[in-house]
């Protein structure tokens, strides 16, 4: 008799949330969304961008539901300046205006009618 106490194999469930790569294609769209969004409703001088993915799932749904972990954090560049392009945009160095928010957001994509939803965004410093 073969037993192994405690080893359980686990399943996920159709339509539930899946780990995926901070790579993925798809997480790279709806993490611009989504920062775009937090500048769009900030009223910081400053753009934030993306500086870590700390977690990330996908769940097949009406679409593609991404459920998010990030850290955003404050770049040189200003919004005045109208800069949309946030990768020519470097983060703050370390000091008086360096500043990270911890970011949970829910993003719904349905690619067929070129809808991109951001549903939750929640940040805390």
Excluded at 28 to 44: G, K
Excluded at 74 to 89: E, Y
Aim: net charge positive; hydrophobic share 35%.
């Amino acid at each position: 008799m073969n037993l192994a106490a405690g080893v359980h194999l686990v399943r996920s469930m159709p339509g539930s949330p899946l780990n995926i790569s901070t790579d993925d294609r798809g997480l790279q769209q709806v993490v611009l969304a989504a920062t775009y969004s937090f500048n769009n409703q900030s009223n910081d001088a400053f753009l934030f961008k993306p500086s870590a993915i700390t977690r990330a799932q996908r769940q097949i749904v009406k679409g593609l539901r991404y459920i998010v972990d990030l850290e955003i954090s404050r770049t040189v560049c200003r919004k005045r300046d109208h800069n949309n392009n946030l990768s020519k945009c470097d983060l703050q160095p370390k000091g008086r205006l360096h500043q990270t928010f911890h970011c949970h957001f829910e993003v719904w994509l349905i690619p067929w009618e070129n809808e991109t939803n951001v549903q939750v965004f929640l940040c805390k410093s």
